[in-house]
Structure formats: C-alpha cells, structure tokens
Nanobody, 126 residues
C-alpha cells in the first residue's frame, strides 16, 4: 500500500521554527517531484512549496519565500519542510503529495499532485 506520512507539526509561538517530514512507504517516489500544501481553517488547500526530483529545483509560494526551505533525502525517500519565523497566518494542516508526472517541471498546481498524506497540524499562536 502506497502511503505518505507527515510528521513534525505542533503548537509553537510566533517567530519559532518547525521541521516537517514526509516519509514514503509502499513504493519509491525518488524520481518524482514532491509538494507541500496547507489548508488553513475554513479555507481551501493551497500550495506552499515543492522540490524537484533531483532536488535541483524548488518552488515556493510568495507567502513563505525566505522563511521556508524544502529539502529531500532520496535514500530515505523523505522530504522535509523547514519552517522558520512562523506567523499565526501559517496555522494550517500541512499535507505532502507526489507529482503525478515524473518530469523536471516543478508545479504549484494542486491538481498535478497525488498520493496525499493524512496531514499534520501546525498551530502558531501566542
């Protein structure tokens, strides 16, 4: 069974940092781009960041540029999202997913991604 499992969420204060992980099991996704999305309370799921299959390309939403960093370890088939300088507006359930197509183009489109994880809650509050 193919599965993505996110971890690392929690309750933090504004300005704090968190590192999210997304581990794959059931098959390897090392040759696919990997995306992070989030769904704030009462809102639609939105793109956060994505990383290319070779880790040479990354893409970020404007709202997180300069604060979030994506990385991946293909040997572990795991991707990471380092989140610094967290703000209350970053509060959301964070999901990882896999690009449907193995290509060099890193997409920010939700419809392009599949194999969604169950999500991990990130709450930023003082």
């Amino acid at each position: 069974q193919v599965q993505l499992v996110e971890s690392g969420g929690g309750l933090v204060q504004p300005g704090d940092s968190l590192r999210l992980s997304c581990a794959a099991s059931g098959r390897t996704f090392s040759t696919y781009n990997r995306g992070w999305f989030r769904q704030p309370p009462g809102k639609e799921r939105e793109f956060v960041a994505a990383i290319g299959r070779s880790a040479g390309s990354t893409r970020y939403a404007d709202s997180v540029k300069g604060r979030f960093t994506r990385s991946r370890d293909n040997a572990k088939d795991t991707v990471y999202l380092q989140m610094n300088s967290l703000k209350p507006k970053d509060t959301a359930v964070y999901y990882c997913a896999v690009d449907r197509i193995s290509s060099d183009y890193v997409s920010a489109s939700r419809g392009r991604y599949d194999n969604w994880g169950q999500g991990t809650q990130v709450t930023v509050s003082s």
